[in-house]
């Protein structure tokens, strides 16, 4: 990576303003983000080479979390420090998380439209975007035979007994799985160099470390502590970007009975029709339980994790990519993603929402929409939600 001068440091309230500006522009999923943040910071500010943005997006996708924000967070860290990283998140992350906030007071407000048809609509289109994601992910991350297998066995065991503890343990197995057929997870990239390091990263690990074993300490649900603790579990455990949270949150909102699934998929719909990251599904969770406080305990909850592990992995990230059983390691748990994922696309976000020959037809025409005419996520949505008003 290009050494990153300290001469050159930006203002935390500029760094606030660009990244405010690409939260409130940014629709479109992860993926699109990244387009955007190499547009504006390679292409048009140069404060990264091409080299160094894909050094960048290359740790923050070998981390839990999301990776878009983490990104963010990193270009933040580089050329404003702790300030900046702080600026960075906040900016993009507010416009979405405002909005996945008030949505949250819209149904507790007006509790009956959380059945309404068009609450119907947009379940069938979470149908046709985990679909997809899964589709995309699973080219991308199964290659070959061995992670089609490695994922399908995790699906299938997810299926059979979907504790929270067995989704930690099958990514344990597919790690050990990943070692043991000593996959490939592509060439490492040639050494990278940053001119400012973090200090003490250890610090960070033991953080992240001690906060998810409170996390697993059972407390009385609907608490706020309660919503820390699980949107701390879904941010630190989470591999592969956004939709992979959809597993670990509906085990712990809808699976304990503490959230009808249709409120719960109506905000993960919601959550694709706004710009930004869509961890912010994590506000509309926490504005549902306990208001204005549970949606800001349940945003910083969930992208705390990810953060520490930014600022813990960075400094030792030379050392991770070069380490041929960690990349094997990686390639398992990669393709336990898929698997998780896949086996939330059948439980609840089919078994919720498909319920006869229409509505199965319907999601397969909004999945082509989205997968064959290219249709935006962010357009889609509203579209199936007015056709869920007009079909049921």
């Not at 500010?45 to 050094?55: D, T």
């Not at 994590?282 to 504005?287: D, I, K």
């Not at 397969?364 to 056709?387: C, D, F, K, T, Y």
Request: proline share 6%.
């Amino acid at each position: 990576m290009t050494e990153t001068d300290p001469s050159d440091s930006v203002s935390g309230w500029h760094i606030f303003k660009i990244f405010l500006r690409l939260g409130l522009t940014s629709f479109g999923g992860p993926a699109a983000h990244l387009g955007f943040f190499h547009d504006e910071f390679v292409t048009r500010r140069k404060w990264l080479s091409s080299e160094a943005f894909a050094e960048v997006v290359a740790l923050c996708q070998l981390l839990p979390g999301p990776a878009s924000s983490q990104v963010g967070l990193t270009i933040g860290l580089l050329r404003g420090r702790y300030q900046g990283a702080f600026a960075a998140w906040l900016g993009f992350t507010l416009p979405s998380a405002v909005l996945m906030t008030l949505f949250a007071f819209g149904l507790a407000f007006w509790p009956e439209a959380g059945s309404g048809g068009w609450v119907h609509g947009l379940k069938l289109f979470v149908v046709a975007v985990v679909v997809q994601a899964v589709w995309q992910m699973g080219r991308a991350l199964c290659p070959d035979m061995s992670r089609r297998v490695l994922a399908l066995l995790v699906a299938s065991a997810l299926l059979i007994a979907g504790a929270a503890w067995m989704q930690l343990l099958l990514l344990a197995l597919a790690a050990m799985a990943g070692i043991g057929l000593s996959l490939s997870a592509g060439s490492p990239i040639e050494p990278m160099t940053i001119g400012w390091q973090v200090r003490k990263p250890w610090m960070f690990a033991v953080a992240f470390v001690c906060l998810l074993v409170l996390s697993l300490i059972p407390l009385a649900p609907g608490s706020l502590a309660w919503v820390g603790a699980e949107l701390y579990k879904a941010g630190a455990l989470v591999f592969g970007g956004g939709h992979v949270v959809l597993p670990w949150l509906q085990e712990g909102f809808v699976e304990t009975g503490q959230m009808p699934a249709d409120t719960f998929l109506a905000g993960y719909g919601a959550a694709q029709a706004v710009p930004g990251p869509l961890f912010t599904f994590s506000a509309f969770l926490g504005g549902i339980e306990e208001g204005v406080p549970g949606a800001v305990i349940a945003l910083l909850a969930v992208f705390l994790p990810g953060t520490l592990l930014v600022f813990a992995g960075l400094p030792l990230w030379r050392w991770v990519r070069k380490h041929p059983k960690a990349r094997a390691a990686l390639a398992g748990v990669n393709a336990g993603v898929v698997g998780l994922l896949l086996a939330a696309l059948y439980d609840p976000v089919w078994t919720s929402a498909v319920r006869g020959s229409m509505d199965f037809a319907i999601a397969l025409l909004l999945w082509l929409a989205l997968a064959v005419l290219r249709w935006p996520v962010w357009g889609l949505a509203p579209v199936s939600a007015i056709l869920g008003i007009m079909l049921f």
